[in-house]
């Protein structure tokens, strides 16, 4: 909200203690998030500087369901908690672009891409790439695993596909992997697997 030109404030002061609570919680706690987690996220977004913000969404970049979700922050944030996700990560073509031309630096966003490296089994499933796109692509795409693979519980996966919805041969190989990998999911789940 800062970023804003001009900027937006909170119109309640008295929640910022909530952001900073979201920030070093959404961060630091890879593992799972509290219920008091949803709550709060609740009680700021219902913040009339909040909303400023949001009315003002295309003066940045913010995903298209963030009014949905977090309008229903505690209905669905207690369902996220063990659930198996197909990860679209959707406008490779966009990412190709921007990393080339150098646009967007991961880095200033994510201290940790700048040690990242990248696997020769990466490299070599897409061979036509670009080493800076291939790098930048799959480190999104190992930032959602890790994350996804902190909860100790193991009752969940996530199953990240590179899509561009432009590319129908991509988008046909993509659904065919998902048919298989609901397949896959319910056998499992009665233990046929």
């Known amino acids: 909200m800062a970023r804003l030109v001009p900027p937006v404030r909170l119109a ?9 609570y979201i920030h070093e919680t959404a961060t630091d706690n890879d593992a799972g998030l509290p219920a008091k987690f949803f709550e709060v996220t609740a009680t700021v977004w ?3 500087g909040v909303q400023e913000a949001y009315e003002r969404s295309n003066e940045y970049q913010l995903i298209d369901c963030a009014k949905y979700f977090l309008d229903r922050a505690l209905d669905v944030g207690k369902w996220l908690r063990n659930i198996s996700v197909i990860l679209f990560l959707n406008k490779q073509d966009l990412l190709r672009d921007k990393v080339l031309a150098n646009k967007s630096k991961i880095e200033d966003y994510f201290p940790d891409f700048v040690r990242y490296t990248v696997s020769v089994e990466a490299m070599s499933e897409c061979p036509e790439e670009e080493p800076s796109v291939i790098r930048a692509k799959f480190f999104i795409r190992d930032e959602f695993l890790r994350i996804s693979s902190a909860v100790p519980d193991g009752n969940h996966y996530c199953y990240p596909h590179f899509t561009c919805a ?3 041969e991509n988008i046909r190989r993509v659904f065919d992997a ?3 990998i609901i397949q896959r999911v319910h056998l499992r789940q009665y233990e046929l697997l």
Do not use: Y
């Open 178 to 180: 998902c048919r298989n």
């Open 46 to 48: 219902k913040d009339a």
């Open 166 to 168: 432009v590319d129908t």
């Open 12 to 20: 309640d002061s008295t929640h910022e203690s909530l952001v900073q």
